[in-house]
């Protein structure tokens, strides 16, 4: 005796609930991104392959046009070459083991850069250059 099931099982997936979390997640994404606003300045970096791990604590930036500008708190302040010093030492306190990142414009002369790191040996922080990914 044959026996019929009453009751079929439906294979068939609904994918609307699944766009509707993508849609949500792009609108989410496409928010925060245009929240997230650089506090950098347009440098043009030289090139390297090299890459650190390590953490820099504060940013000292010199544009193309010679002007200093000290990152402490998430936005770069300008400052005069003297003044640099003094907003590192601010900004270190008494950190074992300081970092500090240097952003010059490859168009700055080598003496500015120089003067930049004979600061930081002067104060034993420890310095990186930055540079951008070679091609």
Same mark, same amino acid.
């Given at each position: 005796?044959?026996?019929?099931? *009453?009751?079929?099982?439906? #294979?068939?997936?609904?994918?609307?609930?699944?766009?509707?979390?993508?849609?949500?997640?792009?609108?989410?994404?496409?928010? @925060?991104?245009?929240? &997230?606003?650089?506090?950098?300045?347009?440098?043009?970096?030289?090139?390297?392959?090299? !890459?650190? #791990? #390590?953490?820099? &604590? @504060?940013?000292?930036? +010199?544009? /193309? $046009?010679?002007?200093y500008?000290?990152?402490? $708190?998430?936005?770069?302040? *300008? =400052?005069?070459?003297?003044?640099?010093?003094?907003?590192? !030492?601010? /900004?270190?306190?008494?950190?074992?083991?300081?970092?500090?990142?240097?952003?010059?414009?490859?168009? =700055?002369?080598?003496? !500015?850069? =120089?003067?930049?790191?004979? +600061? /930081?040996? *002067?104060?034993k922080?420890?310095?990186?250059? #930055? @540079?951008?990914?070679?091609?």
């Amino acid at each position: 005796m044959a026996l019929k099931r *009453r009751n079929k099982v439906d #294979a068939s997936f609904s994918m609307s609930s699944m766009t509707d979390i993508v849609f949500l997640l792009l609108i989410f994404f496409m928010v @925060t991104s245009t929240l &997230i606003a650089p506090n950098a300045l347009k440098l043009l970096l030289p090139e390297s392959n090299n !890459q650190t #791990a #390590a953490k820099p &604590i @504060t940013t000292v930036s +010199i544009t /193309a $046009d010679l002007k200093y500008y000290v990152n402490t $708190d998430g936005n770069p302040r *300008r =400052v005069s070459f003297g003044e640099i010093e003094p907003a590192l !030492q601010g /900004a270190m306190g008494s950190e074992e083991d300081a970092y500090v990142s240097l952003h010059a414009d490859k168009s =700055v002369p080598i003496e !500015q850069v =120089v003067k930049v790191m004979n +600061i /930081a040996k *002067r104060n034993k922080y420890k310095m990186i250059l #930055a @540079t951008a990914p070679e091609n």
